[in-house]
């Protein structure tokens, strides 16, 4: 056996059922491995549109998302993606194909320097120069990915490292250094505190049910991140709903009147945090993003089976607050807003996979996660034409329906996976927002710099057309009833629904 057929040996040992990619001439002999198993080869139309797909698989499970890609050219195309999933600390595994060892550093046809690019984009790029190398990096990226998921990871497989026959395997011992040494202190934060409040992100996800049952020993008041809603169902009174630019009123008055905030698997980014509050405990398995005076460099798990809580009553004093929030528009049957309001109601418990751009703030604002990883969406990079491969992977890992809500400037680019989702005749029903404009963009130039619309218009392709011609059903719809008469349907995907609606703006974070 070579590497490359201990490579997919080791996938299948650690139940890594599916992966996406596109084979080339550096890689092939991982591809000659894979055709031999009974992994899932997705096979996708572009390595942008693998790597969108590996990360909807992660996201929407908490699973390793695969990707597998040649050299340069293959890899480079996976650059945005995985950008967006080191952004969001996603646990995905990027296997990319190399030229020779004796060609690094040279100007050898499709040679450039993979691992010092991707350094830059992914927790750690590995570039192993023999077959053990192979084996350890592999061993020690999965472990990695399945314990402490702080992003994603690259190996470089050379293709003579892929052919190697003699090299040695083993068994791997990973020790993981935590410093819980604050918890002394956060603990005697917390017994003070008659006003706590909870910040949950995605590191939280997988304590939900022990947060949402501790959150109601207690009366816990929770506010959430995006990639946390859901950890506390959004119909809890105690889940005071979005955190951060777009918080709610209750979780603004909440923030700035409680006396001790704790950060379960946040990032505690800018757009989460106004500011870092003096009693701000911070728990996150990634030591590099702890901040504030009680970090706790540790899991959520080993924090909440240490902390002690104790009940509290401020929850009562919150719920005063007026928390209805306006949004206009919602009964004008040209706004996107109002169809993407009946679209969520239509679909209240499906995965829903955005993309970036105005309708995202619509879909943000409107979804009501009762579950975690309902809601897929480009985080913190925010790439546009992240949807329709996202919800290609969503559909892959979890085998639901998957819902898709596209503005028609992101739905063009990664289109082309019109075809895979055909190919793999998913349960994937997209709906496409078509303002004919870069909606943002253009509110952007008029508000702050008083342009007039430039570059922002689209002259777009008859989508009903482009769906029918990949062999997917198709239906345009310009007004409300049209679009409740189709809701009112069993719909089953692949489905492609094109929704025309008038220019609008957004209200923009203050």
């Not at 993407?340 to 409107?366: C, M, Q, Y």
């Not at 309902?374 to 996202?390: D, E, I, V, W």
């Not at 909606?439 to 008859?462: C, T």
Request: proline letters at 5%; glycine letters at 8%; hydrophobic letters at 40%.
């Amino acid at each position: 056996m070579n590497v490359a057929g201990k490579i997919v040996e080791i996938l299948e040992e650690e139940d890594i059922l599916d992966v996406f990619g596109i084979p080339g001439e550096q890689i092939m002999p991982l591809y000659e491995a894979l055709s031999k198993s009974e992994i899932n080869h997705v096979l996708t139309k572009h390595e942008q549109g693998a790597a969108t797909a590996a990360d909807g698989y992660a996201r929407s499970t908490g699973k390793i998302g695969v990707c597998i890609t040649t050299a340069s050219p293959g890899a480079l195309n996976t650059t945005m993606p995985l950008a967006t999933a080191f952004k969001d600390n996603l646990p995905v595994l990027i296997l990319t194909g190399d030229n020779e060892l004796k060609y690094r550093g040279s100007d050898h046809f499709q040679s450039t320097p993979q691992v010092e690019m991707f350094k830059h984009i992914t927790r750690a790029s590995y570039n192993p120069l023999n077959g053990t190398e192979a084996m350890y990096m592999l061993r020690a990226s999965i472990y990695e990915l399945k314990n402490f998921p702080k992003g994603p990871i690259h190996i470089n497989l050379s293709k003579d490292v892929l052919l190697q026959e003699e090299f040695d395997d083993f068994d791997l011992c990973y020790l993981c250094e935590d410093d819980m040494s604050n918890l002394s202190r956060a603990q005697e934060v917390i017994d003070n505190a008659e006003r706590p409040l909870l910040i949950l992100g995605a590191g939280a996800i997988s304590q939900a049910q022990l947060i949402e049952d501790m959150a109601n020993k207690y009366q816990i008041p929770a506010v959430t991140t995006f990639h946390g809603m859901g950890v506390i169902p959004e119909r809890s009174p105690l889940n005071l709903g979005l955190c951060g630019i777009r918080a709610t009123e209750r979780a603004k008055y909440a923030f700035e009147n409680a006396d001790c905030i704790i950060g379960l698997g946040i990032k505690a980014s800018e757009r989460t945090l106004p500011e870092i509050p003096e009693n701000f405990i911070h728990v996150n398995i990634n030591r590099d993003v702890l901040v504030g005076n009680y970090p706790i460099h540790g899991s959520v798990a080993d924090f909440l089976a240490e902390i002690k809580f104790k009940p509290v009553s401020w929850i009562e004093e919150i719920s005063q607050i007026d928390d209805s929030y306006h949004i206009e528009g919602l009964d004008d049957e040209s706004k996107p807003q109002a169809a993407i309001k009946r679209i969520l109601e239509r679909f209240p418990d499906n995965i829903v996979a955005s993309d970036a751009g105005s309708h995202t703030t619509w879909v943000t604002l409107l979804k009501k996660s009762q579950r975690p990883r309902q809601l897929l969406f480009s985080g913190a990079m925010a790439p546009m034409g992240y949807g329709l491969p996202a919800a290609i992977g969503a559909g892959i890992a979890t085998g639901e329906k998957v819902i898709v809500i596209n503005g028609d400037g992101d739905f063009q680019m990664n289109l082309q996976e019109l075809a895979t989702l055909k190919q793999q005749d998913l349960d994937v029903i997209v709906f496409i927002i078509n303002n004919s404009e870069f909606g943002i963009i253009r509110q952007w130039e008029e508000s702050f710099y008083g342009m007039e619309p430039y570059q922002v218009k689209l002259e777009n392709p008859d989508f009903v057309k482009l769906a029918s011609s990949y062999g997917i059903d198709a239906v345009r719809v310009d007004n409300l009833d049209d679009l409740e008469m189709i809701l009112d349907k069993d719909l089953t995907g692949p489905l492609v629904i094109e929704v025309i609606v008038e220019s609008e703006d957004i209200p923009l974070p203050s």
